[in-house]
């Protein structure tokens, strides 16, 4: 399956929402400590093998942490940048008229940023300045400022099924879960003993939602019943679980990637109290750490991921990323 070699390492990767060919890439030179960033926008070629074409890229004099395409424009992308800025882009337009806007208010690293899938017209960032912000891409300031968590915000997420809520994740050891319309969150979970690293909803069920952590560990929760504690524990990475997503189109699966350098496919709902039977499949293609994963919603099974080995890997799971 298609690779593509970038000049710097990967820190995310997302598939376009509205072409199944497209896909956009987050990288940072130095490993997102010191020095510039670049976005690149790929498409996938169907030529036998497949290949990865690099349609355009954008340059920027900071790392590039995250980004998400609009829901609501093919042509539209946001981006965290660890000089505390949002970024929004137009792929219509050449590179030397981006980015379009660039957003200030974040006095630290934005780390996380994720559109609204069901309202479509705004989208929420996570940073570690302690905050999450809400944003209209037609507006030059932000909506508002939610500031509880008490540590390093790694990521915000949208639930799929109510427009106003979300969960984010934090350094604090806590998951929040919020409503736009509510002036405070309205639930906080404790859940991991360690740094909270990422959370996302399952696209099935509202109450569902993925938290993965410096623990090594994925736990599922009911956000209806925390209290008698996680659904299931997924227990298999050697590291840090720096991404959990919930497939698009399939009920129980959660794929995750790990600072371990793998990639692995769970089914939580196979899995028991500590997730034995859980695992599906162990994809241990990079060779540094893998940061970066995302699930086509167009085309069911197919995967990406990014790392620090500076590549980009497209497959259909149950096929090796590494073959031509």
């Not at 995310?12 to 990288?27: D, G, I």
Request: hydrophobic share 35%; glycine share 4%; proline share 6%.
């Amino acid at each position: 399956m298609p690779t593509f070699k970038t000049p710097f390492q990967g820190y995310a990767v997302k598939f376009s929402p509205f072409y199944e060919h497209r896909l956009a890439v987050a990288t940072a030179q130095n490993f997102g400590i010191l020095g510039n960033g670049r976005i690149h926008v790929l498409d996938l070629q169907p030529s036998t093998p497949p290949s990865l074409s690099d349609l355009l890229a954008f340059n920027t004099a900071d790392a590039v942490y995250d980004l998400t395409w609009s829901e609501s424009n093919d042509n539209l992308l946001a981006s965290a940048i660890a000089d505390g800025s949002v970024k929004l882009w137009d792929t219509s337009l050449p590179p030397h008229q981006n980015p379009i806007r660039s957003l200030h208010e974040h006095s630290r690293e934005v780390h996380s940023v994720d559109w609204n899938p069901t309202r479509r017209d705004s989208f929420i960032t996570a940073s570690w300045d302690d905050s999450i912000k809400l944003w209209s891409p037609d507006r030059p300031s932000s909506v508002r400022t939610f500031h509880e968590h008490s540590y390093c915000v790694y990521s915000a997420n949208w639930s799929p099924r109510h427009p106003d809520v979300f969960a984010s994740a934090s350094g604090d050891r806590t998951t929040r879960i919020w409503d736009v319309r509510e002036p405070t969150s309205t639930q906080v979970i404790p859940a991991h003993d360690y740094e909270i690293l990422s959370c996302d909803w399952n696209k099935y069920d509202p109450c569902v939602l993925a938290t993965s952590s410096v623990d090594k560990s994925i736990r599922v929760w009911d956000v209806r019943a925390t209290a008698r504690g996680p659904l299931t524990v997924l227990n298999g990475h050697g590291y840090a679980v720096r991404k959990v997503k919930f497939s698009p189109h399939h009920e129980s699966v959660i794929v995750s990637c790990s600072y371990d350098m793998t990639v692995r496919v769970w089914d939580y709902k196979a899995g028991g109290d500590v997730g034995g039977e859980a695992a599906v499949a162990v994809y241990d293609h990079h060779t540094e750490f893998a940061v970066g994963l995302d699930l086509s919603v167009l085309v069911e099974w197919l995967m990406a991921s990014t790392g620090w080995d500076e590549l980009v890997y497209v497959w259909q799971h149950g096929t090796d990323p590494r073959a031509a």
